[in-house]
């Protein structure tokens, strides 16, 4: 098809499909008016139910815990997918030449960024063990205290150069870091099957709201999807950054 | 019923947390464990189901009217559905145990998310886990495809499959956003409940339109089917058949769950328009499918333009939006399932042992006496007779029923002969195969001869290979003889038409889900045999047998020259619209999507 037709066609079919977009969304309720039975209900019983006092993170790892299950389970094939796609390949061969451990060096790696970047390092792991760990009191939860984790080993990345990153974070650990960050939030939700006979059920007592020990799994769940999201984002990194730095074909 | 989903992943953690330190048969034979665990316990699972089994996980039970958790309403097409999902994966890692002379343990892996995804697609209640389950089942799908990539091409078609189900992807995120918008829920009964009682207005038709896209791009109706092809084209043989064995008829299942038992009941007034609209959409796919599945001569897009035609006849069926259609065309999928995966695993043999899958390449060298070929060849001649549905084997209960049920619909019946016609042409393109490179029948061809040149073929085993493993002839060889016998199992018979029957009441849908008192649903009635079911099979088995003959001996006869003349320059048109450039796939995506938009904004 040529490039004209192509776009012609384009956008005469985005044209009518928002043109369809526009009808629905005339349909929807008018501004201010309120159609939220789920959330009312929710803010309802959440503290009673779960002694949570966050009800989006109760809601994620609890009420709809099954759909966070396959989302984890989104991120974690899309991470092995990505796996697959930049293992070695036959003629290639893996290891830091001397060309490429020269180009690799992080030319702006100064004195000042480095000092930076090693005081950061401490706080950055705090906040995302915090974030883990608090997600049923406060907003929070393991997908975001993962991320933050993640970026530690960014710092050391900036910090130490790709080598150093790869030292304190080894590829096999991280591997089994994601994988089983992975399984250990189903493994909550068997825990659930096992204990209370229905699957993803709070098998643990609720305890005193605003505790840290308290919402039952919520805080165990939370903790597992941190660990996968933290071991997923370093495997990205380390796929991407092996494939552009330390790959070199025939 | 939650270990359905539980064991799959949770293997496929496993798998991959310890793919540095097992042994290949390890990790070969845990693979193939889950799968048949999954296998059995969905088996146990849809036997138990009366009308429906209803299961909250968490244990949150609905508050009223308002659904708290995430339930899993499992009916006998849902759970045959998974049952179906769960058997074509065992086979698959069976098969392919041998297959790739290297194997990272996170093939394995992939196939159980895959499976977990496909699982939880046919069992969930709800909505956005419908969705969830729709993108795993994508994610893994993509990575799959890709698995060779030594080569550009398994890349170029995993990207032209990824980019175009994304934008499906989007479409139906953002049809269930609205639908979530208007009614607040997400669980498919709730949201069935609140919109009865009012007519669709421009929101629901456009829900409809959105979600119906996701899925008709994912199920490859035309035109939105353009990354199937490039895809089955490069994706291992294995992938392949799980991609055209289940995951497009999945796409499917989806529409119907969707239809019936969420929207049908603002759209009843609009039905009439509805079914005209699905109706074209299927017979232009069955077409158009057919038309290119004969045109190819690389086996494996040829298959997959076979399964395209098939899609378009399994819509026509869902489109009936009648139980009758309904049942028929699951029955349909069943016996076509397993056929199409034999299919695909004998195009394997052929990529092992040839490291080839050009029909022309091949003419003459199957005739070998090693039993994968052997085994091959039985698989050609019979998936050919079996998809033309001779009588009382493969697909003939199904495509029977389905012309039935065309028949009765009023102003349908011309229909029918686009049944009969599209299943014979597929059907004698794969006969064709059989004669050409079994037999070695027909004119030699060069390879870049016609107009019609092929894609080049990618290795997906180091080297041709002299010999074929036991497992992969013993495993098409099986699902051979289970898709040609398939349709005389009457107990199958009597559960679609217990699980059509239960799909298509949505009020007994809601009812069971919050737990009421339910009518008892009445199964679809057997339409009996008539004799009509007779003559077409004859018919599209003759039809078949000539397709292939006139391919292999190309007449001289003066008619046969004109209307190769005519016809060569209007296939070439329609090839040509088959770019690989997924550019053109999203136009037509978006365009597609627009027309459909328009016809149900009409009705």
């Known amino acids: 098809m040529s490039e004209r037709a192509r776009l012609v066609m384009f956008l005469a079919g985005g044209a009518g499909l928002a043109a369809l977009l526009g009808w629905a969304l005339a349909g929807l309720p008018a501004f201010g008016a309120f159609n939220g039975a789920y959330a009312l209900l929710i803010n309802h019983v959440v503290v009673a139910q779960r002694a949570a006092t966050d009800a989006v993170t109760a809601v994620n790892f609890d009420y709809r815990g099954l759909d966070t299950f396959g989302e984890e389970f989104i991120l974690f094939t899309s991470v092995i997918g990505l796996a697959v796609l930049l293992r070695e390949q036959r003629g290639e061969h ?83 870091a994601e994988a089983s960050g992975a399984a250990g939030y189903g493994l909550v939700g068997l825990g659930g099957l096992v204990f209370a006979g229905v699957f993803f059920k709070n098998f643990l007592g609720g305890g005193t709201p605003g505790q840290l020990v308290s919402a039952g799994t919520i805080p165990f769940s939370s903790m597992a999807v941190g660990l996968e999201v933290t071991g997923a984002f370093v495997l990205l990194w380390t796929e991407f950054l092996d494939q552009a730095l330390m790959v070199s074909g025939e | 019923m939650p270990l359905t989903v539980a064991v799959p992943l949770l293997g496929a953690a496993v798998l991959a947390a310890f793919c540095k330190v097992l042994p290949r048969a390890a990790i070969d034979a845990i693979g193939v464990l889950c799968a048949i665990a999954v296998v059995t316990l969905c088996a146990l ?110 890349l170029q078609g995993a990207i032209n499959f990824g980019i175009t189900n994304s934008v499906g992807s989007f479409f139906m995120l953002t049809g269930i956003a609205l639908l979530y918008g208007r009614t607040g829920a997400l669980n498919m009964a709730q949201i069935a409940a609140t919109l009865s009682g009012h007519p669709a207005d421009g929101l629901v038709k456009v829900a409809l339109l959105l979600i119906m896209g ?59 328009g509805l079914r005209a609209t699905l109706i074209a959409l299927g017979v232009l796919t069955a077409v158009i499918g057919a038309v290119m599945c004969v045109a190819q001569r690389h086996i494996k897009r040829m298959l997959a333009f076979s399964t395209i035609s098939h899609t378009g006849t399994f819509l026509i069926g869902i489109g009936l939006l009648n139980p009758h259609g309904l049942a028929a065309a699951a029955q349909y999928v069943v016996a076509h399932a397993f056929l199409k995966a034999a299919l695909f695993m004998a195009a394997g043999i052929l990529l092992h042992r040839f490291v080839s899958v050009d029909e022309h390449e091949l003419r003459g060298r199957g005739r070998g006496a090693d039993a994968g070929l052997r085994v091959a060849a039985l698989v050609f001649v019979g998936g050919g007779l079996g998809l033309a549905a001779l009588p009382v084997v493969g697909t003939f209960f199904g495509k029977s029923a389905l012309e039935s049920a065309v028949g009765d619909a009023h102003g349908y019946a011309w229909v029918i002969a686009v049944l009969i016609l599209t299943a014979a042409l597929t059907a004698g393109a794969i006969l064709r195969v059989a004669g050409r490179v079994f037999a070695g029948w027909g004119p030699e061809v060069s390879r870049h001869h016609s107009e019609l040149s092929a894609v080049s073929d990618m290795p997906e085993t180091l080297g041709p290979h002299d010999r074929t493993p036991a497992v992969m ?28 029957a239960t799909m298509t009441d949505r009020a007994s849908y809601v009812a069971r889900v919050f737990d009421l008192h339910a009518a008892h649903t009445v199964p679809v009635p057997h339409a009996p045999l008539s004799a009509e079911a007779f003559v077409f099979a ?66």
Not at chain 2, 92 to 118: C, K, P, R, T
Not at chain 2, 547 to 564: D, H
Request: proline residues 4%; contains cysteine.
């Open chain 1, 94 to 176: 893996t290891g830091p030449s001397a060309q490429t451990s020269d180009e690799h060096r992080f030319q702006g790696s100064s004195q000042a960024l480095r000092g930076l970047t090693l005081a950061l390092i401490g706080p950055i792991v705090v906040l995302a063990l915090y974030l883990d760990s608090h997600g049923a009191l406060t907003p929070g939860g393991g997908f975001q205290g993962g991320v933050v984790g993640a970026a530690a080993l960014l710092m050391v990345f900036l910090g130490g150069g790709y080598m150093m990153m790869r030292r304190v974070s080894p590829h096999g650990m991280v591997e089994l």
């Open chain 2, 214 to 272: 996701g899925l008709l791009i994912k199920a490859a109706i035309v035109p939105l089917h353009f990354w199937l092809a490039d895809a089955h084209a490069v994706a291992p043989a294995p992938v392949c058949v799980l991609f055209s064995g289940v995951m497009v008829e999945l796409a499917l299942y989806g529409l119907a769950r969707v239809y019936w038992d969420v929207m049908s009941g603002p759209l009843a007034s609009h039905a009439g």
């Open chain 2, 45 to 154: 699972v849809t036997a138990d189901t009366g009308h429906m089994i209803v299961y909250w996980f968490g244990g949150f039970h609905p508050h009223g009217s308002v659904a708290v958790g995430i339930s899993f309403s499992v009916d006998r097409l849902g759970g045959g559905m998974a049952v179906l999902s769960a058997v074509l994966v065992t086979a698959a890692m069976v098969y392919s145990v041998h297959y790739f002379d290297e194997i990272g343990s996170l093939y394995s892996a992939l196939m159980l998310v895959f499976l977990g995804a496909m699982v939880g697609f046919c069992l969930t209640g709800d909505l956005f886990d419908l969705f969830v389950f729709f993108e795993l089942m994508s994610v893994a799908a993509y990575a799959l495809t890709a698995y060779k990539i030594e080569e550009a091409g398994p």
């Open chain 2, 473 to 500: 002839s013993a495993t098409p060889a099986i699902l051979l003889v289970v898709g040609l016998g398939i349709g005389l199992v009457p107990s199958l018979r009597d559960a679609i038409a217990q699980g059509a």
């Open chain 2, 538 to 603: 004859a018919l599209t088995v003759v039809v078949a047998v000539l397709t292939a003959w006139l391919a292999l001996r190309p007449p001289s006869w003066r008619v046969a020259r004109t209307g190769e003349r005519v016809l060569t320059p209007m296939i070439v048109a329609v090839r040509r619209l088959h770019s690989g450039c997924v550019n053109d796939y999203i136009a037509w995506v978006v365009a597609g999507i627009a027309v459909i938009g328009g016809a149900l904004a009409l009705i």
